[in-house]
């Protein structure tokens, strides 16, 4: 089953994006390394892998509806931040742009009638509700810390996978 040409390079568009989405979350962490936050760096490293997967999913759907896969090029994340803050601020912009973005590849493949890419990207529609959750939240703990980053820290570790806290 082949994908249209003009929902196929959309994918790939959405493939380049997530791709970025990788290496702004690693630059996140790196940055939050750098100011002794370990646990919200790994949060964002462990962020910056899902991003990873998900731009694999688009590459292999690609390739399994018949190719081609572009991968486009990207600018280069930001690398720093005012604040932690304004860090996760970001981050929950980044996801609210990804879902609108993902919202607009489901109204494009119904328009071009490709039931199998619609059928694809609600596993996407599902996750962005979930990422914008997760990281709405975690501005909120971080508002609510203001200058004591130690509590976020705690936070993110209750939180963590297998952590017994939920995300």
Do not use: N
Not at 91 to 109: D, F, K, M, R, Y
């Amino acid at each position: 089953m082949a994908t249209d040409d003009a929902v196929r390079g959309a994918l790939c568009v959405q493939m380049g994006r997530e791709f970025a989405a990788h290496f702004q979350y690693l630059a996140m962490s790196a940055w939050l390394e750098e100011q002794g936050l370990p646990e919200m760096a790994a949060f964002f490293a462990r962020q910056a892998d899902e991003e990873h997967v998900h731009a694999m999913k688009f590459f292999r759907f690609v390739l399994d509806t018949g190719g081609p896969v572009e991968i486009p090029g990207q600018d280069a994340p930001v690398a720093t931040f005012a604040s932690a803050e304004a860090l996760v601020a970001a981050a929950l912009a980044q996801e609210e742009q990804v879902t609108a973005w993902i919202g607009e590849l489901v109204h494009l493949a119904r328009e071009h009638r490709d039931l199998a890419a619609e059928a694809f990207l609600q596993w996407f529609v599902t996750e962005q509700v979930e990422e914008v959750a997760t990281m709405t939240e975690l501005l909120q703990v971080v508002r609510h810390a203001g200058t004591s980053l130690l509590l976020v820290e705690d936070y993110v570790v209750r939180r963590a996978p297998g952590a017994g806290g939920g995300a």
